[in-house]
């Protein structure tokens, strides 16, 4: 699940993740509500941390942290604040929230969120092992022919 305020952001995330296999529900941060993450059940949730508008994204992500059926979901935390990340970024590790630096290329998300979901070790995320909107990997089915 992919959350943020951009519709374009949103969209390059879809075209991105789902071109390696994931399945991609997105949101804008202003529609997000705690109960659609609850609805989607996400394997991982990208959240963008904008420097000058925090109140939006961390009080989301207390809200997903205090719900017993979130709090287990990773977190995949987008951000400049590299401050931040130094000041509290392991206390937030040790709640499944690790950090992707920005700006950042369509290769570093790929293997971040294909770290966090354990298809991959070589990650540029901070704060391993541990999104507007959420992801979850495709599972292949063999044919019983």
Known sequence: ???????????????I???EGHD???????NSELRD?????????ILD????REGVGWEFLQLL??????TKVPVLLCTTAIKLVQEI????????????????????LVKAVQSILGDNMDSPVTNLPES???VKKKTKTRSTD
């Not at 991609?24 to 202003?30: E, K």
């Not at 942290?65 to 979130?70: A, G, L, Q, W, Y």
């Not at 040790?94 to 570093?108: G, I, M, Q």
């Open 17 to 19: 993740l789902e071109a």
């Open 89 to 108: 970024g392991a206390y937030l590790a040790t709640k499944n929230v690790v950090f992707l630096r920005k700006p950042f290329e369509s290769r570093d």
């Open 37 to 45: 993450v609850g609805k989607i059940k996400p394997d991982l949730i």
């Open 65 to 70: 942290k205090m719900e017993d059926s979130t």
């Open 132 to 134: 507007n909107g959420s």
């Open 24 to 30: 991609v529900s997105t949101q804008l941060f202003l």
């Open 1 to 15: 699940m992919v959350i943020n305020n951009s519709d374009n952001i949103l969209a390059m995330f879809r075209k």
């Open 49 to 52: 941390y904008y420097v000058g």
